[in-house]
């Protein structure tokens, strides 16, 4: 019986100093020699994390929070933001001031330069500030895009723009999704193609973001430092990232 393990990064994978316990690369590796299919889930841009699939092993995975996925290093599902809607929440969030970051498989750009918001969070990321193109998504697909503002700024856009979903990763930075667009729906193309069912899948996540895959597979594992609404829908809670929480987790819910 085929299993399937989809890890979140920041926070699950990677602990608050953006690196990889060395447990959790021991864990990942165990994982794999004893044939349990491993697969990351994020909102990150795949350019964001090459090194991490390199160091792991790992060649499928779940982008841009379920916007691309890639099985095996092919692309199986992939679903841009229309450019109409971008174009309407852009002047939208210019009259408010709340600049925009738009994300596709090899690039970011920023509606606007050294803006302290988006610093903070691309910083928080250990990225650099993205390069400046106001309108990048009238020339290029847009998977996600992502609104600088405090917390609750978004709930104005959540009631105006029907087709996108807004889920804050940061304090000042928010998704922008389909309003169909998760993680589980992610997760759910790359198990059609391998013909898994869902009760063989297992998840680990921390964030607001990871909510629905924790709920969709059959056993969701929220780490010890996860948002406390995450840990309300996982089926169970491990341990803090930093303190092998990612092996604890995979111990305790029979894997290693």
Known sequence: ME???????????????????????????????????????????????????????????????????????????????????????????QRQG?????????????????????????????LPYPAIDPVFYKNHPVYQALIFCEEHEEDQYHRSYKPFRFVRWHKYS????????????????????????????????DGLNDSEMLEFVGTGVAMGNAHPQVKKVADTVTDHVSKAGLAKGLKKVGLL
């Open 98 to 126: 709340h600049p925009l970051v738009y994300l596709n498989e090899t690039k970011m750009t920023a509606s606007e330069e050294d803006h302290p918001f988006i610093a903070e969070s691309i910083g928080s990321l250990k």
């Open 3 to 93: 299993k399937i393990v989809f890890f979140d990064i920041d926070g699950t994978l990677l602990d608050e100093h953006k690196n990889i316990p060395a447990e959790s690369v021991e864990a990942v590796h165990r994982l794999k020699e004893k044939g349990v299919y491993v697969a990351i889930a994020t909102g990150r841009a795949p350019f964001m994390y090459e090194h991490l699939r390199q160091e792991l092993g790992i060649h499928s995975y779940i982008s841009f929070n379920g916007q691309l996925v890639v099985l095996e290093g092919e692309i199986i599902f992939e679903e841009a933001l229309p450019e109409r809607e971008l174009d309407t929440l852009r002047e939208h969030a």
């Open 174 to 205: 928010t998704d922008v999704l389909p309003a169909r667009g998760s993680k589980a729906r992610g997760i759910q193309k790359m198990l059609d193609h391998l013909n898994i069912d869902r009760e063989n899948a297992f998840a680990f996540g």
